[in-house]
């Protein structure tokens, strides 16, 4: 796919993080459903300029990755280090929630990821309409979307 700003004339080639650009680290609060609390967390960021305006901006998959606790190398002492550490939403983490073994969820998210790799994103979930009858049905359905996100299988043929 060809991607152009028609305005500007311009080719477009997008970026999925800023990580290797960014002219800045902020941090970004997001909310801890478990304590009702914030959790900052840094973020890789650009400063621009429009009309007399200064923004900041960061991708997507930056702000993705930093809700995660994923550590980037950005000094961010809210990020785990390893699958052990009892850091909001790691393996070790999440076991006392959902009484899941770490070890099972790393397997799984490993042999789902080579899958993905393996196969050029053609990795799938199919849910039916069974989870629909749980109070969380929007977060089940978000956790699936992210995972098969962060495995690049959105938009490729036999993915998703």
Same mark, same amino acid.
């Given at each position: 796919m060809h991607l152009k700003d028609s305005l500007a $004339? @311009?080719?477009?080639?997008? %970026? !999925?993080s800023l990580i290797d650009i960014a002219t800045d680290v902020v941090e970004v609060g997001f909310g801890d459903f478990t304590d009702n609390s914030i959790i900052k967390r840094k973020v890789p960021a650009l400063k621009i300029? %429009? @009309?007399? $305006? &200064?923004?900041? =901006?960061?991708? =997507?998959?930056? !702000? !993705?990755?930093?809700?995660?606790g994923i550590d980037r190398n950005l000094n961010d002492l809210n990020t785990a280090k390893t699958y052990d550490d009892?850091?909001?939403? /790691?393996?070790?983490? &999440? #076991? %006392?929630? /959902? *009484? =899941? @073994? @770490? #070890?099972? =969820?790393?397997k799984i998210a490993r042999e789902f990821a080579k899958n993905a790799l393996l196969t050029k994103g053609k990795s799938m979930v199919i849910i039916g309409a069974g989870v629909n009858h749980y109070y969380y049905t929007d977060t089940i359905y978000r956790s699936v979307i992210n995972m098969l /996100?962060?495995? *690049?299988?959105? *938009? &490729?043929s036999g993915g998703g």
């Open positions: $004339n @311009k080719d477009i080639d997008p %970026k !999925l300029n %429009k @009309k007399g $305006n &200064q923004y900041i =901006v960061a991708s =997507v998959f930056d !702000l !993705l990755a930093a809700h995660y009892d850091c909001a939403y /790691t393996p070790a983490w &999440q #076991e %006392k929630f /959902t *009484g =899941v @073994k @770490k #070890e099972i =969820v790393i /996100t962060m495995c *690049g299988c959105i *938009g &490729q």
